[in-house]
């Protein structure tokens, strides 16, 4: 297991720009696939995108494909979202997971930051 703890959610007006954090503790984050997950109020939680090994694969969902930019640096333990051109409709709590193999679940989750986007 891996511990997760995101940071950088905020208040922002649309077209605006947010970069959310997830510090992992332990040795071994380079071998976790990192994925960013969302639930905004009275909805499900949605899947945003993940994130290989390594970095080199990516894959995100149609909601926030080409505004929403997923890296990760390995020797400093955290994975990153940068959101840009955001819209109120991104307003949700963002949460950072992890899973141990591209099949398996995410079974290591953070606690979650808050992300508001005014109109």
């Known amino acids: 297991q891996v511990q997760l703890v995101e940071s950088g959610g905020g208040l922002v007006q649309a077209g605006g720009s947010l970069r959310l954090s997830c510090a992992a503790s332990g040795r071994t984050f380079s071998t976790y696939y990192m994925g960013w997950f969302r639930q905004a109020p009275g909805k499900e939680r949605e899947f945003v995108g993940r994130?290989?090994?390594?970095?080199?694969?990516?894959y995100y969902a149609d909601s926030v494909k080409g505004r929403f930019t997923i890296s990760r640096d390995n020797a400093k333990n955290t994975v990153y979202l940068q959101m840009n051109s955001l819209k109120p409709e991104d307003t949700a709590v963002y949460y950072c997971?992890?899973?141990?193999?591209?099949?398996?679940?995410?079974?290591?989750w953070g606690q979650g930051t808050q992300v508001t986007v005014s109109s």
């Open positions: 994130i290989s090994w390594s970095g080199g694969s990516t």
């Open positions: 997971a992890a899973k141990a193999a591209p099949a398996a679940s995410f079974s290591s």
